[in-house]
C-alpha cells in the first residue's frame, strides 16, 4: 500500500489516525475498535465493512504462594 495514501488516510467513524497491519491486510483505528479491510491494495474504508477489534485483556495477577513453613 502507498505510504503516501496512508498519511491521508483517516477513520471514517472518528476521523482519527489509523495503523497499517501488513500482516492482516487491514487499517485499524484503535480509538473505535475498527479493522478495515484492505483487498488488492485498496482499503475499504466503509463501516459496514470493518470488523470490530476486540479489546485487549488486561494482565492476570501473579499468583502468590503462601511462604513456606
Request: charged fraction near 25%.
Amino acid at each position: 500500500m502507498d505510504t503516501r495514501l496512508l498519511e491521508l488516510l483517516v477513520c471514517p467513524v472518528c476521523k482519527g489516525p489509523l495503523e497499517h497491519h501488513r500482516d492482516a491486510q487491514e487499517l485499524v483505528c484503535r480509538a473505535d475498535r475498527l479493522a478495515f479491510p484492505v483487498h488488492d491494495g485498496i482499503p475499504v474504508m466503509l463501516e459496514s465493512a470493518a470488523r470490530v477489534v476486540p479489546e485487549p485483556e488486561e494482565p492476570k495477577p501473579a499468583l502468590s504462594l503462601p511462604p513456606a513453613p
